[in-house]
Each structure stands twice: as C-alpha cells, then as structure tokens.
C-alpha cells in the first residue's frame, strides 16, 4: 500500500527531526516541509490512478500556462530559467 505524509518542520518533534536531518544528510528549516512516499516499484497502477494522474498534471500545466501568458514569459524564458535553478541547486551539493 502506497503511503504520503507532510508535515511541517516547525511541527515535527525534536527527536523525529534529527532523525530526518540524519537520513536526509542536511539540517531542516522551519518554514520546510517534509514529504515521505513510500510505494512498492513492481505495483503497477490501475488505470483509474493513472487517469487520475494524468488529468492532475494537464491541470497543473494549465494554470501555469495561464500563469506564463498572464506574465508574459514563453518557453525559451521558463527553460532557461529552469536550467539555472537546477545549475544553482547542482553546485550547492
């Protein structure tokens, strides 16, 4: 059975927090979250959960394609930014 569980930082007891902090291998903030999923790899979906899922997606990437047209911002300008996000977050490893 697959399992998800967030929590906030500045809700989690101190103990269950270091125990995070060690598994993750960084200290936690208080304004994080914390997500855990655990799911079994060779479960395969049912087709209602994957519907489910691919409909969850087209929504999210509708509102933020009505975000980038509210804002002006075309794909060339989403990539690039993408792209540097991810060259920050590569270096602070």
Known sequence: MDTIAIRNVNQIPAEEKRTLE???GSALEPEQHV????????QLSSDETRQAARARIAE???VNQKFANVDGICA???DTAIEE???IIRHCR
Not at 35 to 42: E, F, V
């Open 85 to 87: 996000a991810l060259s």
């Open 60 to 62: 999210t990437l509708a």
């Open 35 to 42: 997500l855990i999923l655990t799911y079994t790899p060779s």
């Open 22 to 24: 060690t598994l993750l």
């Open 76 to 78: 060339a300008e989403a």
